[in-house]
């Protein structure tokens, strides 16, 4: 039996590149500068008539240094077993306008391994959603820190649910304030938004400066997230099944920056439905798109935890994919 795929989804990292032009080179969206950086970036961007068309096929980004240190592992250890798919699509478009790229990716039969990064997890939710993607095709999953950077109150009301009849109005009161809390600076954009107390969290540093630099799209993001609360009950449907299908399918890489107040919570609402492991992260440093981890699980919870080495963390979410035991202790996770 072949190896499964493996489809990777972005979230909102964003990059600027060398720009000889502003007005054509803009800010781009894509998972080829994370995880893929030695394929061509097929960036997309929105001509004058709003409508989405590849870049210059010229544009590359990410030095040879990051793809070593950083990504060398993970991408050697798929590259010559599985076929590693990094679809670029547009997140300044509403995920189920980004689908319409991604339909040729989700087509086929076969089984596949996911990475979602971010709120690539959405996207994938819209997916299944839609039917694009037939969920009995998903071998494993991984969520490299969920929606919002991990933030345990959005994976509580993803996997809760945020209104269940008389509390509705209160869900969706906190929904919103969860958002304001992640991005104050950027949600006191919309109107009508209740920002006290909320303090910046630790998005990384290129995300935050491109969005906070562009009230325009920064505005047009949150919109898009606003959305009907059929959707986001659909959405939080689609990721209870997910959790019942897979069980101990799922590893999850999720962090705040504190992993002592996020482990039990997550561990609890995660695997609600399923038994997937978990991973705890702590702060991040700002150049890097993923987080540094920390081992904790439902049956070995996190205290303090230890930091690994980014490599390491990528390095151990291929040999998971590949069903290969990961240590079961904090020491063993750092010296295997």
Not at 1 to 16: N, Q, S, Y
Request: hydrophobic fraction near 40%; proline fraction near 7%.
């Amino acid at each position: 039996m072949p190896e499964p795929a493996l489809i990777l989804l972005h979230g909102i990292r964003g990059a600027t590149l060398a720009q000889r032009d502003e007005d054509s080179f803009t800010r781009i969206w894509s998972l080829a500068q994370e995880f893929h950086p030695r394929s061509l970036l097929l960036a997309l961007q929105s001509d004058e008539g709003g409508r989405v068309v590849p870049m210059m096929p010229e544009a590359r980004i990410f030095a040879e240094t990051l793809e070593d240190e950083i990504y060398g592992p993970f991408l050697n250890t798929f590259q010559s077993t599985e076929s590693v798919l990094a679809p670029p699509f547009d997140w300044r478009l509403a995920p189920a306008q980004a689908l319409e790229s991604l339909a040729p990716t989700f087509a086929g039969s076969g089984s596949l391994n996911l990475v979602t990064h971010s709120m690539g997890l959405f996207v994938l939710l819209e997916a299944l959603r839609q039917k694009l993607l037939d969920p009995s095709r998903l071998a494993r999953l991984v969520l490299v820190t969920p929606p919002f950077c991990g933030s345990a109150d959005i994976v509580s009301l993803l996997a809760r649910g945020i209104d269940s009849s008389a509390d509705g109005e209160l869900g969706e009161r906190r929904y919103d304030h969860c958002l304001a809390r992640s991005f104050p600076s950027l949600y006191r954009l919309l109107p009508g938004v209740d920002c006290a107390g909320c303090s910046k969290n630790w998005l990384d540093a290129s995300s935050w400066q491109m969005l906070a630099g562009d009230p325009a799209t920064a505005r047009s993001f949150f919109l898009q997230l606003s959305l009907a609360r059929e959707d986001r009950l659909a959405w939080q449907e689609q990721f209870r099944d997910l959790c019942r299908r897979l069980r101990d399918d799922i590893l999850l890489l999720a962090g705040t920056g504190v992993p002592t107040q996020v482990n039990p919570e997550l561990a609890s609402d995660v695997s609600r439905e399923g038994d997937g492991r978990l991973l705890v992260c702590s702060t991040r440093p700002s150049d890097c798109p993923l987080p540094r981890v920390v081992l904790g699980s439902q049956t070995n919870p996190v205290k303090h935890g230890e930091i690994l080495t980014d490599s390491r963390a990528l390095e151990l979410i291929a040999r998971w994919l590949r069903h290969e035991p990961l240590p079961e202790s904090n020491d063993e996770l750092r010296h295997d």
